[in-house]
């Protein structure tokens, strides 16, 4: 499978037809999904429906001498946390099982608009709450590199599609790490835009101060596009903001001359793996030789995203999930009574780790807890935001592992949440704050898996990232290497 940039340029070229790279990605999908489950939904029929309208517009616009939309014919995988008309959208829990959305997420709109095809909806930890994507309702998703292990979470469909190249790409969503941390995990590209860049609605809320869209790519190049073409104010959104799109296209920059990247001594800590602190530190070293100025910097308050991360969110979630009774859509369990509705239905078809967080986060909004809890939360959630700032007034990016380790074994914390949760340790900080962030491979551990660097920046400054990761792609070649899985291809 070539890259997004590779294959609009063989569709400008009239190398290709629309209507065979769509049916290509079909053809994968069927071979290699019943090994890897990437997929809850899959559109064959209205994707080869659309990708033969794309070919018709692609030539009415050559012979008339006009430019098509940027996307046109393109196919695109979704998380299945976004909504997409008249295609199921069930976050991945039996609550909204066949759930059948009337609109368009915003993102999702926007990429339509532009010419992309919906092949799927891809695999989630239900309503995006876990890290492996082990907490699907519609069984878990393997990773490719090795289908024994999880792919990450929450967007561990989306990983897994484009690492399998089942797709060129796929959109995912970022609420403490779910597009960085499975990028790290399948050996692919991940970008997580600064809160508020890309349009949340039509996005089924999870932690509405943490939630973003991101994309899943091969490569930074092809993240910057889509980047261009979703980011924007959204009149249906009032956290969405009115700042200048970012360029869609990564130029004007051929080395990392003047680029000071700071590196914070609380991600190098004890429990990381030897492998990831190697890896990401040889690609610090690629990045000097590349001219980039590498320094130690500090982030103090790491150390408490990961319970002032599962304080906010889950009392954000507790509100947010609230709507989803058994009343307006969804299955519903049988009682006589209203209340006994709502109880037996949430009860019966939200999973166990929704229920956990859910939780969790009534207990912290609850009288009497609400200060010494939710209330103290934001207050360090504040002190982690300043962390971000102070650093950002002395270097120009933040580097750092994505996870402390690579891709761990399906179950492998099934009987220990709290395990579960630090493998977002270092992914958590840049949701707090709001910040962007972008994953990209730099190594492989002895064991052939992947693993991540992140980079972070301030608040809209994606392009920043993306011109770093690109240069780092052009010097380097490990989002080249694909998977065992694909022998043969």
């Known amino acids: 499978m070539q890259t997004v940039a590779q294959i609009l340029h063989a569709l400008q070229a009239g190398e290709i037809s629309s209507r065979e790279i769509t049916a290509d990605v079909l053809a994968r999908i ?3 999904d019943p090994q890897v489950h990437a997929f809850l939904t899959v559109t064959p029929e209205a994707a080869l429906q659309a990708a033969a309208e794309a070919d018709r517009q692609r030539l009415a616009a050559r012979r008339a001498g006009q430019t098509p939309p940027p996307l046109l014919g393109l196919p695109l995988a979704v998380k ?3 909504s997409t008309r008249g295609i199921r959208t069930t976050c991945g829990s039996r609550i909204l099982d066949n759930y059948i959305p009337p609109f368009d997420a ?6 339509k608009a532009a010419g992309a095809i919906i092949v799927g ?4 930890d239900e309503f995006a709450m876990g890290s492996s994507t082990e907490n699907s309702a519609y069984g878990v998703t393997h990773n490719p590199w090795d289908l024994e292990r999880v792919p990450g979470g929450s967007s561990g469909g989306s990983a897994a599609a484009v690492a399998a190249r089942m797709v060129p790409v796929a959109l995912g969503t970022d609420t403490g790490g779910s597009v960085r941390q499975p990028a790290s995990f399948c050996g692919v590209t991940g970008l997580k835009p600064t809160y508020g860049r890309i349009s949340r609605y039509g996005l089924i809320a999870y932690g509405s101060s943490l939630d973003t869209v991101g994309v899943l790519t091969q490569t930074a190049e092809d993240a910057a596009l889509f980047l261009h073409l979703m980011a924007g104010q959204d009149p249906l959104d009032a956290t969405s903001m009115d700042v200048p799109r970012p360029p869609q296209r990564l130029e004007g920059r051929e080395d990392l001359r003047g680029l000071k990247i700071g590196v914070p001594r609380e991600y190098f800590t004890e429990g990381i793996q030897p492998a990831v602190a190697r890896a990401v530190h040889a690609a610090l070293d690629v990045m000097a030789d590349l001219g980039a100025a590498i320094e130690e910097t500090s982030l103090p308050h790491t150390e408490y995203a990961v319970p002032v991360y599962y304080l906010i969110a889950t009392a954000e979630a507790s509100a947010n999930l609230a709507r989803f009774d058994g009343i307006r859509y969804g299955p ?7 209340w006994d509705v709502f109880f037996r239905t949430r009860g019966q078809y ?3 780790e929704v229920k956990r967080r859910i939780m969790l986060g009534t207990y912290a909004l609850s009288a009497g807890y609400y200060d010494a809890y939710y209330g103290q939360a934001q207050k360090v959630r504040t002190l982690i935001k300043r962390d971000f700032e102070e650093a ?4 120009d990016l933040i580097a750092a592992p994505v996870a402390p380790t690579t891709a761990f074994r399906i179950g492998q914390h099934s009987g220990d949440p709290l395990s579960m949760y630090l493998e977002d340790v270092f992914t958590l900080p840049a949701n707090l704050s709001g910040v962007p962030g972008v994953s990209f491979p730099v190594g492989f551990d002895d064991l052939g898996l992947p693993i991540g660097m992140q980079l972070m920046g301030p608040h809209f400054q994606e392009t920043r990232l993306l011109h770093a990761a690109h240069i780092y792609q052009q010097a380097t070649d490990w989002h080249r290497h694909q998977p065992d899985l694909l022998a043969g291809d």
Do not use: C, H, I, W
């Not at 519903?332 to 209203?338: F, I, K, T």
């Not at 950002?392 to 270097?395: G, N």
């Open 30 to 32: 069927e071979r290699l």
């Open 80 to 82: 299945d946390v976004l």
């Open 106 to 111: 915003t993102a999702v709109q926007r990429l």
């Open 121 to 124: 909806k891809t695999n989630t």
């Open 332 to 338: 519903r369990a049988q009682a006589e009574q209203m």
């Open 350 to 352: 939200f999973g166990p």
């Open 392 to 395: 950002f007034e002395q270097v």
